[in-house]
């Protein structure tokens, strides 16, 4: 097969290059002398932290099959999503690490799902049993982390990623946490009302950002004091943003962007299974949940949040709306950090796959090509 060559201008740095793919590999990238206008932008795929489910898929399931994960990773990789951390929600701990098993085996009978599958994340069980910072996960199965537990963990996923929501208040979290990071886990702190000082010792200890900031909270916080402004405060602390304008105000989208510096926030869907399927009914581990028209991922007969529909994609485009900037000005939120944050290897470097994005926009809009290991997938227009 001869080699595809493009002329495209490089995202990181506005000049031409031409980019060469050959055998779903990247083989070049050179800079042109020349400037000619009108190229695509270059972009690298998207990687999502946290997924719980797609495509009607709910990886919260003992029994969920080769086919089912297939089918969630094409839906992912259709949204431009290349690379995620299978997200596992609060259960029993033997239940939970039963299922980063069944899905390792899944992963590695299928070349598809190495790919796209980086890694785990466990959000849960260490986290609040308290009512609001819970959400969704079933408080009776939350626990004290301790080195026991990340030692069985570590014994199951071996070198592969691994992510860890905790919160603080347990007097067991410090320790757990630099047992963790000797393991060669990532620990963010989440779904806690951690006080100021139980943060600053759990980041003294080695953790390092904090689960989907503004949710895992109750709606009504206290004005002066509150884990919003305590983790803002922190500057350690990186922080994973949800883009679907629900579970984060635009208002306090921008604000979180005005006091963190760039280089400390992510974006991530914390999609369950309804994402990329439309509204209706789901399950979501041990749980039916309701979609509505607006997105709104909700337990029946409950106001409070339990995941999102959000795909990858679109949250580029939430996020931009929001921040009033053009995707390209948001695309490394949703790319190279969490890649970044969790010790990914960089997308867009020689020898990667050919996994790619064409953004060119005019004034009709914006339209996206997606390509992965050199093929397209899919193209994407959003209107003006």
Same mark, same amino acid.
């Given at each position: 097969m001869s080699p595809e060559v493009r002329e495209v201008i490089d995202y990181r740095t506005g000049h031409v290059v031409r980019l060469t793919c050959a055998d779903g590999k990247i083989r070049a990238i050179e800079p042109l002398a020349t400037v000619v206008t009108g190229q695509p932008v270059l972009l690298p795929p998207l990687v999502d932290i946290q997924v719980n489910g797609y495509a009607g898929v709910d990886f919260q399931r003992d029994n969920c099959t080769a086919a089912e994960l297939e089918r969630a990773v094409d839906g992912l990789a259709a949204a431009a999503c290349g690379r995620f951390l299978l997200t596992l929600v609060t259960n029993r701990w033997e239940r939970m690490l039963a299922r980063v098993r069944h899905y390792q085996a899944l992963r590695a009978a299928s070349p598809r799902l190495q790919r796209?599958?980086?890694g785990w994340h466990l959000e849960g069980p260490f986290m609040s049993p308290q009512p609001g910072f819970h959400g969704a996960h079933p408080p009776e199965f939350m626990e004290a982390p301790s080195a026991a537990r990340m030692q069985q963990l570590k014994a199951i996923t071996g070198d592969d990623p691994v992510l860890l929501t905790m919160a603080p208040e347990w007097p067991e979290t410090p320790a757990a946490i630099r047992?963790?990071?000797?393991?060669g886990f990532h620990v963010w702190?989440?779904?806690?009302d951690a006080t100021?000082?139980?943060?600053?010792?759990?980041v003294a200890a080695g953790a390092e950002g904090f689960t989907?900031?503004?949710n895992g909270c109750p709606a009504e916080l206290h004005r002066h004091d509150n884990i919003i402004f305590r983790v803002?405060?922190?500057?350690?602390?990186?922080?994973?943003?949800?883009t679907d304008r629900i579970h984060v105000s635009p208002v306090l989208f921008r604000l979180m962007h005005q006091v963190m510096e760039? =280089?400390?926030?992510? #974006?991530?869907t914390d999609a369950m299974s309804a994402a990329g399927a439309g509204p209706g009914t789901y399950d979501l581990a041990d749980m039916k949940v309701e979609v509505g028209a607006d997105g709104i991922v909700r337990q029946p007969g409950k106001s409070n949040y339990a995941g999102s529909s959000l795909a990858p994609l679109e949250g580029i485009r939430r996020a931009a709306a929001m921040l009033r900037k053009p995707p390209v000005a948001v695309w490394d939120y949703f790319s190279t950090q969490p890649a970044l944050f969790v010790g990914l290897a960089p997308a867009l470097?020689?020898? =990667?796959?050919?996994? #790619?994005?064409?953004l060119q926009a005019s004034a009709a809009g914006t339209r996206i090509e997606i390509h992965f290991t050199g093929e397209p997938v899919r193209e994407v227009t959003w209107p003006v």
């Open positions: 796209r599958i980086a047992v963790a990071r000797a393991l702190l989440g779904h806690t100021a000082e139980q943060i600053a010792t759990a989907h900031l503004g803002l405060d922190e500057p350690r602390l990186r922080a994973s943003l949800i760039p =280089a400390r926030i992510c #974006y991530t470097s020689l020898g =990667a796959p050919a996994d #790619y994005c064409l």
